[in-house]
């Protein structure tokens, strides 16, 4: 009971908290937590005995409509750090503390060898803040006698072909890009330290990889002019071939990002902040005016996605890389997607698609459409569903 009331009382009093294991931060609406020293982590021990895997396993089967067995994703953290200082985001360089990339990959296979374990999702910032981080974790794994399937967030720079082509060896089956912009402008702005050519070749030689290529594009940046968004919309359509999913990302300013700690430097008065998201206003706009600034944009890049086949089916990326691994390649795969889930073709938000998959007998219903949550999620990444849930008549 000694540490809760320690807590307790340090946050009665405004203080900062630190020990060896979590260190607690104040900030305007509460406190931010971070690792303090050095990660000592384990290989977990899991404990399955009271799960019904089989019930489970019969369940995914119905819902992806695949009669295939290897259908279950573990989730394995990887690390929360990040060595760069993007604008909108609050993970990076929030701490220190960072699991060897032997040690992810040892974890992975201790849990195959245990449990039998075979597919994992790894949750992280991304998998190469390092080249040398990256090619750790893949000859790790490219050592182990048994092929694991994975997923992950990667950078789009600093990777070679043949650096893709390992990871593909290494058993990645999807990857999630943080491209953000098809506008330099902006991704300069944003501090991102990513290049549009570099990304494109990148793209190019992960699909030649035959890896799966999610992006996420991030609509309504500050100060992000017709210009810009039609750089990104360019960048779609010369890209359309090796762009696999997209998720859309109207901007919002996260609790801790630098844009929240350092308004002025990015020219925006905060005038609102509360648990779930952040009111501004622009130097040369209103908070009323940016949200139908977002708002546009939005839908401009949901249009041309549309328009030019890009579908959003790796907001579900459970389902796609199940579809991926059962196929054995990524376009049978894709194929068969189209054909039992063709709504992931559809502009849909990443919520609309987990009903229609669970709910597939009531398909009209809308939550948290993509155009319509500008500015609101928050310290959590969690989208608010006040009044964001609609059924279609």
Not at 145 to 173: M, Q, T
Not at 333 to 354: C, F
């Amino acid at each position: 009971m000694k540490p809760i009331y320690q807590i307790i009382r340090k946050i009665s009093f405004n203080e900062e908290i630190e020990n060896d294991k979590v260190q607690l931060t104040p900030c305007n609406n509460g406190y931010i937590a971070r690792n303090a020293g050095p990660f000592k982590g384990q290989v977990p021990i899991a404990d399955y005995s009271s799960i019904n895997r089989e019930g489970y396993i019969y369940q995914q089967k119905v819902l992806y409509k695949l009669d295939y067995s290897n259908i279950t994703y573990q989730l394995l953290v990887g690390d929360r750090c990040c060595p760069y200082s993007c604008s909108f985001c609050r993970i990076s360089k929030n701490t220190e503390s960072i699991k060897e990339a032997s040690q992810v990959a040892n974890e992975m296979i201790a849990l195959h060898r245990q449990y039998g374990c075979r597919n994992f999702s790894l949750i992280c910032n991304e998998m190469n803040p390092s080249r040398s981080y990256a090619a750790e974790f893949v000859d790790t794994l490219l050592s182990y006698d048994n092929h694991l399937n994975w997923f992950c967030y990667l950078r789009p720079n600093n990777l070679s072909a043949d650096e893709l082509l390992a990871i593909k060896k290494a058993g990645c089956v999807l990857i999630r890009f943080g491209v953000e912009s098809g506008s330099q402008r902006i991704l300069d702005s944003m501090n991102k330290k990513l290049y549009v050519s570099e990304i494109e070749q990148i793209l190019a030689d992960s699909h030649k990889a035959g890896i799966w290529n999610h992006i996420n594009i991030m609509t309504g940046y500050l100060y992000e002019s017709q210009d810009d968004i039609n750089e990104t919309i360019s960048f779609l359509r010369k890209n359309r071939g090796y762009i696999d999913s997209i998720r859309v990302n109207p901007f919002f300013i996260p609790i801790g990002s630098p844009i929240h700690l350092n308004p002025q430097e990015f020219n925006i008065e905060i005038v609102e902040e509360t648990s779930s998201h952040i009111v501004f206003h622009q130097r040369d706009i209103s908070w009323e005016e940016k949200k139908k600034q977002i708002s546009h944009a939005t839908s401009q890049v949901l249009a041309e996605c549309k328009r030019l086949g890009i579908g959003y089916a790796g907001i579900l990326p459970n389902l796609v890389c199940t579809s991926l691994c059962h196929f054995g390649q990524k376009e049978q795969g894709k194929i068969w997607l189209r054909e039992n889930h063709n709504y992931l073709w559809e502009p849909v938000s990443p919520d609309t698609a987990k009903w229609k998959l669970a709910h597939p007998e009531n398909p009209s219903v809308e939550i948290n459409p993509w155009e319509k949550i500008y500015g609101q999620r928050g310290e959590n990444y969690q989208t608010r569903i006040d009044h964001e849930i609609h059924s279609n008549p």
